[in-house]
């Protein structure tokens, strides 16, 4: 195959390579380079020569392409029409395309690619991704029976475009071309394969145990076989009356598994996601839609335009089948809000609402900002022992899980885990779609002031006392024994550290991120707690109950159900703030952690070691400024994370947001202390 004048691929070439007594490789080979040239394409590789059919072909290329077409036309019309145009006047050379397509529809497992393209061979997401990644990354080969696989190569998902703009001109033509194949049998055999699938997956425990009760008592998923079984009966005997009879219950049937596949999400919104679910009913859903699709092709008197959309579909369901960002967006949506719906439960406790609420968040955060002095001199402590680098992280991070978790007991707070928590809460009360009055507005509002003044009042409590109190054991030390617990050169180099002339802005936007991160594990555990019953297993279980006696085990259930998050929340993130730093080192990334109340601590450790002086240097005072960043920026990329998340679970519209802003400014600008101190 040449190429003529740089612009088309040599058509005559092309026809004369039809050999239907080709191996199916080569058959094969011969399809894909056809749609490659109807998509104006280079081919892989040349055939092999042939001698040519007429030079008329040649001249008609140019003639067709420019003059009689109209202009919006897509350019694989133009070829495809080109195309037919040549056989038509060529029957020897329509003979052997004929013949070759004929081979093809007899050889290829035709249903595979309308039961089985675009659906994944196993109901677990990570087969699936895997899959999708070999498809992605491995080349694909002609030398197949399986349609499905060869369709990947014959088409692009852009073919939809033009595979919906046939007329039925061309549709006619195409049709004759293609007489001599049985085409609806594969159809047939698909949809039997559909229904057994969409059977299987409603028969499944795991979707079937968590269909309403109600509607799965209506057995259709257990009917969908009889009823694909008499359509290709009636189909096969000629029956038109019977099969349309049997294809109104079928879709009837198919009605009825959707409603009861419809019943899941509200389970798993009570009692737990899993991404494996969510995708084995996004695939039930859309095999029963294939289905319709090919009863519509089967039954239709002139079947053209259905076979046109359902090739369409298929062209533009390679984008999705491909998709690795589509697979995990669509699996794991449902997954992400109900995380971020537990993140809003817990974040409830974080935002206060009047000044009792806001002493009693001072209150709660100066308690959070001892225990955190104390995990300052362990730290420093740990620091001292000379481990190896992971050993002085693990046992960083264990000191700083242990702090948090003991934060947590006493309800206590530390201001940096507030904001993964409560911005899932703001996005709960967000005006829910365009309609939003403007009194729902002004209650967002009334909300963001709410947490912005709960957010000062927690970094306010933990650094007032965190800083204070690392500064008087110090001086207390140093009165009573000589000198403090953190010497001089550990305080120089608190000094060399925190300054914001140095690189603490990025290991504070950091920090935020591994802020979020301990608060999505929060989530994760919770929900995994929940789906797996396990508060019930510790209520109920016979062992636990003859070990604990009931009303023990009942307390430890209950006890549990109410503290998993925090203790995920406040563990991972302990550990994560330990151990990144010593992991990232290993692969040469020499990233630290700037936590605002760790970070304050030592700071008032280094002014306890080197003396009421240092307020005098400029050194100093570039720590405090490098310590005021710290803060802005852990709480800043943590919650502009978590809300981020919490908004593309719920969907917000983007003009939602562009009035919600303006709404801010003029609060702001109106009444400035809503933001700082609560309303009497």
Request: with cysteine; proline share 5%; hydrophobic share 50%.
């Amino acid at each position: 195959m040449t190429r003529s004048g740089g612009a088309a691929w040599d058509l005559t070439a092309l026809v004369n390579a039809a050999d239907p007594q080709a191996a199916p490789a080569e058959r094969h080979l011969w399809l894909v380079r056809l749609a490659e040239w109807l998509r104006h394409e280079a081919p892989r590789a040349a055939p092999a020569p042939a001698p040519p059919v007429a030079a008329e072909v040649a001249t008609g290329t140019a003639a067709e392409t420019t003059t009689g077409i109209s202009a919006p036309t897509p350019q694989p019309l133009l070829r495809l029409r080109l195309l037919l145009n040549m056989l038509d006047n060529h029957p020897d050379t329509r003979a052997r395309v004929q013949g070759l397509l004929a081979a093809f529809w007899r050889d290829i497992d035709a249903p595979s690619l309308f039961a089985d393209f675009g659906f994944g061979a196993r109901r677990s997401i990570a087969s699936e991704l895997v899959d999708r990644l070999h498809a992605r990354w491995l080349p694909g080969t002609p030398e197949t029976d399986d349609l499905a696989a060869l369709f990947r190569l014959l088409a692009r998902p852009d073919d939809a475009l033009w595979l919906e703009a046939l007329d039925a001109e061309l549709l006619d033509r195409l049709g004759a071309l293609l007489a001599g194949a049985d085409w609806r049998r594969p159809l047939i055999e698909a949809i039997g394969l559909l229904a057994g699938a969409v059977q299987a997956a409603g028969h499944s425990p795991a979707l079937r145990l968590r269909m309403d009760r109600s509607l799965r008592g209506e057995d259709a998923f257990g009917q969908l076989g009889e009823a694909a079984a008499s359509l290709r009966h009636a189909l096969r005997d000629g029956r038109t009356g019977d099969a349309l009879q049997a294809a109104t219950w079928m879709r009837a049937l198919l009605q009825a598994c959707r409603r009861a596949a419809a019943s899941v999400p509200a389970h798993l919104e009570r009692f737990g996601v899993s991404a494996d679910i969510v995708f084995e009913l996004e695939q039930l859903e859309r095999r029963a839609d294939r289905i319709e699709r090919l009863l519509a092709c089967v039954l239709a008197p002139a079947p053209g335009p259905e076979w046109r959309s359902l090739l369409a579909h298929l062209a533009a369901t390679l984008e999705q089948a491909g998709s690795v960002r589509a697979l995990l967006g669509r699996s794991y949506s449902l997954l992400a809000r109900q995380v971020a719906e537990r993140n809003a439960e817990a974040g409830e406790h974080y935002i206060t609402r009047d000044r009792a609420e806001y002493r009693d968040m001072l209150r709660r955060a100066a308690g959070g900002g001892a225990v955190i002095a104390g995990t300052t001199f362990v730290k420093f402590g740990i620091t001292a022992l000379g481990l190896g680098a992971f050993w002085t992280g693990f046992w960083a991070g264990a000191n700083y899980a242990l702090s948090f978790v003991v934060v947590m007991l006493l309800h206590w707070t530390v201001a940096t885990k507030q904001p993964a928590m409560t911005a899932p809460a703001l996005a709960a009360s967000l005006p829910a779609g365009r309609a939003a009055g403007d009194a729902e507005i002004e209650g967002f509002v009334a909300r963001v002031a709410q947490l912005i003044r709960s957010q000062a009042a927690g970094i306010v409590g933990n650094l007032a006392l965190c800083g204070p109190l690392v500064l008087a054991v110090q001086w207390l030390a140093g009165a009573l024994h000589g000198a403090p617990p953190v010497g001089p050169d550990q305080g120089e180099y608190v000094l060399h550290s925190l300054t914001l002339l140095g690189p603490t802005v990025l290991f504070a936007a950091f920090t935020g991120v591994l802020l979020f991160a301990s608060s999505l594990v929060a989530g994760w555990a919770e929900n995994w707690f929940v789906f797996h019953r396990l508060d019930s297993a510790l209520a109920w279980n016979p062992r636990l109950v003859a070990l604990l006696g009931a009303p023990r085990a009942a307390r430890w259930a209950a006890w549990w159900r109410g503290h998993i998050s925090g203790l995920a929340a406040n563990v991972s993130l302990g550990f994560m703030l330990g151990l990144a730093p010593a992991l990232l080192a290993f692969v040469g990334l020499p990233v630290e952690v700037r936590h605002v109340t760790l970070s304050t601590g030592q700071l008032g450790a280094a002014l306890g070691a080197l003396g009421l002086a240092l307020l005098a240097e400029p050194a100093f005072w570039w720590c405090v400024a490098g310590i005021a960043a710290t803060g802005v920026l852990n709480v800043g990329v943590s919650f502009w994370l978590a809300f981020k998340v919490a908004l593309r679970s719920r969907g917000v519209h983007v003009a939602d947001r562009a009035r919600i802003r303006v709404a801010i400014r003029r609060r702001m600008w109106s009444r400035p202390l809503d933001f700082v101190r609560p309303p009497a």
